[in-house]
Structures are given as structure tokens and as C-alpha cells.
């Protein structure tokens, strides 16, 4: 997201918990310090904003000045993605949400996938979901109403 020059909101939540019963920690004091880059939060200052914990998620990706939708793609975000009209930016981690990319990427063609080996050619790639002729969900073409705000 630094790289990328653009505008960005992520939402940052504690790493996993040890106990299978309680993973995740939702009372967690997070150290941005400690999780983040040293210097993101000051060389992203101004253009990023960093929110601790949760958002709400449906009402950020329905706001007009939401361009795109970086995600791990679980089923409910790809859901609210879609439903929001988002172009999805694919990062998976685990289990079903490498498959759930498939289907943004490959079947609907909403969505590229976030590579760390190819990051010059991501960022392309997302300019051309958004802003190119390229933007189709199952050969719809869709580029008058899917508009990203980069």
C-alpha cells in the first residue's frame, strides 16, 4: 500500500492467539510500532490511515471514495465486495480463501491477485481493473459502473 501511492485505509487487528478456542483477541492493545515497517506510519502519513481492530466493513466499501478492496478473500468480503460494486484486490493466506480467489480472479474476472514476487506488475494490473477495458464480471463489461477513486 506505500508503494502503491495511493490513498489507503487498513484495518489492523491483533496476530492469532495460540488458544484453538479463542484465536483471535479482539481486546488486544495493538503495537503499530511493533507490527509495522519502521517509518510506515510516518512516511504514509497524511495519505494512510491505520484503524486498530475492526471497521464497519459494508459502509466503508459502499463510500464513494472507496477505489478498490485489498483482501484475503473470505466468502463473506468477497460477498460484500461484489455487492458494493469493489473491484478486489486478492491477497489469500490459507484454506478456502485460495479458492474463493479463483473464482474473483479467474470465473468472475473482478478481481487480480496480490503477488510479493510481482509487485510493478500487480499495480498494473490494478490500474487496468480499474481504469482499462479489461473489467468484466461473467462477460459483462462494467467499466461505466465499477469506478475506482485512485
Same mark, same amino acid.
Given at each position: ?27 488486544? $492493545? ?8 519502521? @517509518? ?26 472507496? @477505489? ?7 466468502? $463473506?468480503?468477497?460477498?460484500? @465486495? ?37 509487485? @510493478? ?6 490500474? $487496468? ?13 462494467? $467499466? ?7
Amino acid at each position: 500500500m506505500e508503494r502503491s501511492g495511493h490513498r489507503f485505509l487498513w484495518v489492523v487487528r491483533a496476530p492469532f492467539r495460540a488458544d484453538p478456542e479463542r484465536p483471535l483477541n479482539p481486546g488486544a $492493545n495493538l503495537d503499530l510500532d511493533a507490527l509495522l515497517s519502521d @517509518g510506515f506510519l510516518e512516511r504514509t502519513n497524511g495519505r494512510g490511515l491505520i484503524v486498530e481492530l475492526w471497521a464497519p466493513q459494508v459502509d466503508v466499501l459502499t463510500n464513494r471514495a472507496t @477505489g478498490a478492496f485489498v483482501m484475503q478473500c473470505r466468502w $463473506n468480503s468477497v460477498l460484500e @465486495g461484489i455487492a458494493a460494486r469493489v473491484p478486489m484486490l486478492c491477497w489469500p493466506l490459507y484454506a478456502e480463501q485460495k479458492m474463493n480467489k479463483l473464482f474473483v480472479v479467474g470465473e468472475a474476472g473482478i478481481g487480480v491477485e496480490v503477488s510479493r514476487a510481482a509487485l @510493478g506488475q500487480f499495480l498494473s494490473d490494478a490500474d $487496468n481493473l480499474c481504469h482499462g477495458n479489461s473489467f468484466k464480471l461473467y462477460g459483462l463489461q462494467l $467499466n461505466e459502473t465499477w469506478q475506482c477513486q485512485f
